[in-house]
């Protein structure tokens, strides 16, 4: 069992089974008591059935303490030094909780190779057991950008037996299986793994370097370089959108082996020209290579001081890139807290206002009445806005759950349609519905109708009596477009931009209501489907907005 944790079997540990039996699998089962085998068909029958990877990694925990009777744990990496628990079976770690990596000196060791850590076992040659408590951690995902591990960690009270242990591996790669075979970008959202930027791990950052720099795979192969390295490769300055060719050094992977420091020669069109290179790994598992051209058109000494202090310069962007990110999710757990304490206060107090209006608004005079109203409406309003900022900041933290399947477009329609009506009878402003076309997208129902309800409603309230609102659906290509379209004031260019950021309300806005989120909530739940959020507008004229979803074809 040992052995599974040695490098020989990296490879095997991550491989895709692509259909073939699974070591790994096949010797945890060999090494399982006759009692576990039917625990563990459980499991895996459990992974085919459920089809939400939180869920799945709930099963994973509630299979493990039910048949080890260890602590079990799921978590994903936070900051540089805590992680984040997604499940728990301690009743005291719940979900969202900070663990700092202290507590488990394992989690850094998996953090740096990507391989299962487990303890050493009696009569096996692995030494004695270590005194107290044992765990082992198991990677079972990896984020598609930053190759960051979630992992389960089964924490024993004492050393676990052979079995015990080979049944925490056989559920550990179950659910690595599962949760690698699909979407992986959607995964690490269900699963509740902070947001990455767009811009780590690709050519935007390496814009930043001042040398020629490069992102080369395991195989060697060149994935992305910024201009400079364009053009010393290409002799053309082409930009870093471009492909930069392929990289040929002699000798070949010249950092393999090395301290990070190195000579090769690098082909180009003309020939081969001589290079020093500096590299090292990046966290999403490819190597960063930067290369300077020596010999006849060596820089000059004016490039010392930059080489001798890039790697310091890059530790200290990792270091802010970190400091924003946590500051972020503290920004976003503030909010998600401070709107979980309004919430219950807010709603008594809506309560006994409306009691109040209803119960007792016979003894009261005019002026009282109209008192009554106002503090009534302001609840209600300030409670609609508590309601707003916990949805907001769990679209941020990726805790919205999603329930994602084939969604009749015409049908979400009707509904918006008919729900929202009688609104705009009330302002004397016609709702049409069409031309639509027969259109099945890929959505989750409830909020997908969030989305076209926020949409109409905003397009009610920006449209003056006498004008129309108007619904449609139409296909285009791979995508259907959900139309919302208004004869309304319309929206100047130069605010467009920024219609979607929080809090941000047009300026010749004529409504009183709302505090800027709703748009903010419509971008986001629809990038959080798959899709994106089309805007135009003329003042006067009116404004169109178009939710882009893919088309279902099928897959889930």
């Known amino acids: 069992m040992r052995a599974m944790v040695t490098r020989g079997w990296a490879a095997s ?15 945890a089962v060999e090494l399982l008591e006759v009692s576990q085998h039917a625990c563990a068909r459980g499991f895996a029958l459990d992974l085919l059935t459920g089809p939400d990877p939180r869920g799945q990694a709930l099963r994973a925990v509630e299979v493990l303490a039910a048949c080890t009777g260890a602590e079990v744990l799921v978590l994903a990496p936070e900051s540089a030094d805590t992680w984040l628990v997604l499940a728990s079976s301690n009743p005291r770690l719940h979900d969202d909780l900070l663990l700092s990596s202290e507590r488990h000196p394992a989690l850094a060791t998996v953090r740096r190779d990507g391989l299962p ?41 004492k050393a676990p037996t052979r079995e015990r242990l080979s049944l925490a591996v056989l559920v550990a790669h179950l659910l690595l299986h599962r949760l690698n075979g699909t979407d992986r970008s959607e995964v690490a959202v269900r699963l509740g793994m902070r947001p990455i930027p767009q811009s780590v791990g690709g050519p935007g950052w390496l814009q930043l370097l001042p040398l020629p720099a490069l992102l080369v795979d395991a195989e060697g192969h060149l994935t992305a370089a910024n201009s400079a390295a364009s053009w010393l490769l290409q002799r053309g300055g082409s930009p870093a959108s471009r492909d930069p060719g392929p990289l040929v050094l002699q000798p070949a992977r010249p950092w393999l082996g090395t301290s990070g420091h190195w000579a090769a020669s690098v082909q180009i069109p003309s020939g081969w020209v001589e290079v020093r290179g500096w590299s090292r790994a990046t966290p999403a598992g490819d190597t960063l290579v930067m290369l300077e051209r020596v010999g006849a058109e060596e820089p000059g000494q004016r490039e010392s001081p930059i080489r001798a202090s890039l790697q310091a310069k890059i530790h200290e962007l990792e270091a802010t890139n970190r400091r924003l990110e946590e500051l972020a999710r503290l920004r976003t757990r503030f909010v998600s807290d401070a709107a979980h304490e309004l919430k219950t206060p807010l709603a008594i107090l809506r309560s006994y206002l409306e009691a109040l209006g209803t119960d007792l608004v016979t003894g009261l005079d005019r ?23 916990l949805e907001l900041a769990a679209l941020e933290s990726g805790n919205l759950p999603l329930e994602v399947g084939p969604v009749d477009a015409p049908s979400a329609l009707r509904a ?8 705009a009878r009330l302002g004397e402003i016609e709702l049409r519905l069409g031309p639509v076309e027969a259109l099945t997208v890929r959505a989750d129902p409830a909020r997908l109708a969030q989305v076209l309800r926020n949409l109409v409603d905003n397009a009610l309230k920006y449209t003056r009596p006498g004008g129309h609102v108007r619904l449609g659906c139409r296909r285009r290509g791979d995508t259907g477009v959900l139309e919302v379209s208004d004869s309304g004031v319309g929206i100047p260019a130069e605010e467009l931009p920024r219609i979607f950021d929080e809090f941000y309300r047009v300026r010749h806005a004529q409504s009183g209501e709302g505090a800027g989120l709703g748009l903010a909530i419509v971008r986001r739940l629809v990038q959080a489907l798959g899709g994106r959020v089309e805007v135009t507008s003329e003042p006067a004229v009116g404004s169109r907005f178009g939710v882009e979803l893919p088309v279902w074809t099928g897959e889930p």
Do not use: K, M, N, Y
């Open 13 to 27: 540990w991550w491989a895709s089974a692509g259909g073939a039996p699974c070591p790994i699998c096949q010797q």
């Open 117 to 157: 850590v487990l303890p050493p076992l009696p009569g096996t040659g692995d030494g004695p057991p270590p005194p107290g408590r044992a765990c082992a951690v198991l990677p079972v995902f990896r984020h598609p950008v930053t190759a960051e591990p979630v992992v389960l960690l089964v924490d024993c009270d």
């Open 367 to 389: 002026q009282q009445r109209d008192f009554l109203a106002a503090a009534t409406e302001g609840s209600r309003r300030l409670q609609r806005l508590v309601e707003e900022l």
């Open 416 to 423: 918006a349609f008919d729900e929202l009506a009688p609104l």
